[in-house]
């Protein structure tokens, strides 16, 4: 099968998308299937090796502030395109993203959410021009439906299937101005039932975007998000010293500051009193100085040789992060629509503790591998972390479940097997 994945980059941090789709597709080239991945916006980040490397980078997210601003920029040629798109220059400009405000971010989201009738109908063409170059696809997956614009074109025009992916796209579109988001939604929400079929991580995230969008049931497929395993392996012996574990984008939606709060908490009680806080992930320049926030929250109460934080670490560092881990916790304040950091958690045998919501749930149901707590009790993070801290027997036994749990159902390497199965069964004709 020949198989397309268009997949937007971050630039300069580590993104769980980027990195779940050059898995994905590493696995389906490893099971004989031909995979190109198309970046577009920005470089992808990723913590292993790229799959396609020598790709154009399309819908730049330099030529797209360009030509959304300013109508020259909409009849360039190619070279100067070309010369926006340079990947070290992109990495320079998402390092700077805090300079798009809010108005900005409105307007440019409508502009690529009218596709072809808007002011970036040049790189829509770009990207069917491309396609038309090459081998077409049997298949082509977009890593977000907020791309949805750009797959109606290119199924109508490749005359092919088109599916997109949700991951979350509902706090993205809930942070937009009150007068660009209806907009926007009705704009996305008529693309979207125009593609071949909507893809979700969870039950909760597929039924949450059905109705956002008014999808009939039959439009939402379900494929869980997975990590790879290579590497992961369960700890030969318990952690030194006992340790609460952070892994996710280092910002206010990921809850860190309520993790580094619950810290404190249990720290205030005397019970552990070598307990250690470790805090590693994705951080930009716009996420500095609400990390430098909890850090003096740590350093006033005296904490801060007992804390670590290790921002936008590698694979190498990741898997060594989790395996010295006793607990983890992101106490995500929006639910998520899955959270591959707990799989990658559970996969190193590291029994989690989150918050009853999104598709937490769900995970936990399916690994055994922690707990969940009620995130509207201010206590209910503390209590949850200490209590398991306090039965240190049953957390191991959590961990082990969990790493048997990934192993058998959230490998990428099962994963592929099943979103071309599913492709299959929904195109008879694909082989």
Avoid at 30 to 47: K, N, Q, R, S, W
Wanted: overall charge negative; charged content about 25%; some cysteine.
């Amino acid at each position: 099968m020949k198989i397309a994945f268009i997949t937007p980059g971050t630039g300069n941090y580590y993104c769980g998308v980027c990195m779940r789709d050059n898995s994905l597709a590493r696995n389906l080239i490893d099971a004989g299937h031909e995979v190109t991945m198309l970046p577009t916006y920005l470089p992808h980040f990723l913590d292993e090796e790229p799959v396609s490397d020598d790709q154009p980078i399309f819908f730049g997210g330099i030529n797209v502030y360009l030509q959304h601003k300013f109508s020259l920029f909409r009849h360039t040629p190619e070279w100067i395109d070309r010369a926006f798109n340079a990947k070290w220059l992109l990495r320079k400009a998402a390092a700077r993203s805090g300079m798009t405000s809010s108005k900005d971010l409105g307007e440019i989201t409508l502009s690529t959410f009218k596709g072809e009738n808007g002011p970036l109908v040049k790189e829509v063409q770009k990207v069917v021009d491309w396609f038309r170059e090459h081998e077409k696809p049997d298949v082509v997956f977009l890593s977000t439906v907020l791309l949805a614009a750009l797959g109606r074109v290119v199924k109508r025009e490749l005359n092919l299937p088109v599916y997109g992916f949700l991951q979350g796209e509902d706090s993205f579109l809930d942070t937009l101005l009150d007068e660009y988001r209806t907009e926007a939604m009705d704009l996305l929400s008529a693309d979207v039932a125009r593609l071949d079929g909507c893809i979700a991580p969870s039950r909760y995230f597929g039924s949450e975007m059905a109705k956002r969008f008014n999808l009939p049931e039959e439009k939402i497929h379900f494929l869980s998000n997975g990590i790879t395993l290579d590497g992961y392996s369960l700890p030969d012996a318990s952690p030194v010293k006992p340790s609460i574990g952070f892994l996710a984008r280092l910002c206010p939606l990921k809850g860190l500051d309520l993790l580094v709060d619950a810290y404190l908490e249990i720290m205030k009680r005397g019970n552990h009193p070598e307990l250690e806080l470790r805090i590693a992930g994705g951080m930009t320049d716009d996420d500095a100085p609400y990390v430098e926030e909890q850090k003096e929250k740590i350093r006033a109460a005296g904490l801060d040789g007992q804390t670590t934080f290790l921002p936008n670490v590698d694979r190498d560092g990741k898997l060594a992060f989790l395996r010295d881990l006793t607990l983890f916790s992101v106490p995500s304040r929006y639910p998520e629509a899955f959270g591959l950091y707990v799989v990658e958690a559970l996969a190193a045998g590291v029994p989690v503790v989150l918050p009853h919501s999104g598709a937490f749930p769900e995970i936990i149901e399916a690994t055994e591998g922690g707990l969940l707590y009620q995130p509207e009790k201010t206590s209910a993070l503390p209590d949850a972390l200490e209590n398991l801290l306090a039965r240190p027997e049953e957390a191991h036994a959590m961990g082990l479940r969990g790493h048997e749990a990934v192993v058998e159902r959230f490998s990428n390497k099962t994963l592929a097997v099943e979103l071309v199965d599913l492709v299959k069964s929904l195109h008879p004709n694909i082989t």
